[in-house]
T-cell receptor, first 112, second 108 residues
Framework: GAGVSQSPSNKVTEKGKDVELRCDPISGHTALYWYRQSLGQGLEFLIY????????KSGLPSDRFSAERTGGSVSTLTIQRTQQEDSAVYLC??????????FGPGTRLTVL | TQLLEQSPQFLSIQEGENLTVYCNSSSVFSSLQWYRQEPGEGPVLLVT?????EVKKLKRLTFQFGDARKDSSLHITAAQTGDTGLYLCAGDTGKLIFGQGTTLQVKP
């Protein structure tokens, strides 16, 4: 079956613009995560969705960041009024249960 | 703030050499995971260690979880060029806390 997919793979935007990043998790996975990764660095947790529970938004760096998960499947991460420090790779992961998370290939965001 | 510190951050070795990557924290984790990430791709899980003192082997890779479940190590024997990549440890506290990664370059 298909893995986690993310779109777009690359996004270049101008400072101040809004961007939307999409994640399609593995079918049937109830948990979905968003992370941010700076070049060659570890992953910074952003937000976590689990089933119908309220999302864990504790990792969102500012109120310019928000995420939705519609119908328990596809998720969109929105960054409003982008800043240059938002430039990074945004990774999505999904999980059915237990420990293992399956990661997508990421969206590389560049803010000029 | 829970932190996982990995060392070294960058390692460049010749094919055939051995290496060890360390992951340390002052926090106790219920489990610890090791991932490998190649450029342009997401991390891929290599192993999960759960029990203090646990040792797991995956071909030439040996993973150890510290007795107190605060630290872990990854040892690679006779490294190959295909081992090149970014190695990440992640501790489970209900959500994953990632280390900053170790970039490994294995030269032929």
């Amino acid at each position: 079956g298909a893995g986690v997919s993310q779109s777009p793979s690359n996004k270049v935007t101008e400072k101040g613009k809004d961007v939307e990043l999409r994640c399609d998790p593995i079918s049937g996975h109830t948990a979905l995560y968003w992370y941010r990764q700076s070049l060659g660095q570890g992953l910074e947790f952003l937000i976590y969705f689990q089933g119908n529970s309220a999302p864990d938004k504790s990792g969102l760096p500012s109120d310019r960041f928000s995420a939705e998960r519609t119908g328990g499947s596809v998720s969109t991460l929105t960054i409003q009024r982008t800043q240059q420090e938002d430039s990074a790779v945004y990774l999505c992961a999904s999980s059915s249960s237990g420990y293992r998370q399956f990661f997508g290939p990421g969206t590389r965001l560049t803010v000029l | 703030t829970q932190l996982l510190e990995q060392s070294p951050q960058f390692l460049s070795i010749q094919e055939g050499e051995n290496l060890t990557v360390y992951c340390n924290s002052s926090s106790v984790f219920s489990s610890l995971q090791w991932y490998r990430q190649e450029p342009g791709e997401g991390p891929v899980l290599l192993v999960t260690v759960v029990t203090g003192g646990e040792v797991k082997k995956l071909k030439r890779l040996t993973f150890q979880f510290g007795d107190a479940r605060k630290d872990s190590s990854l040892h690679i024997t006779a490294a190959q060029t295909g081992d090149t990549g970014l190695y990440l440890c992640a501790g489970d506290t209900g959500k994953l806390i990632f280390g900053q990664g170790t970039t490994l370059q294995v030269k032929p």
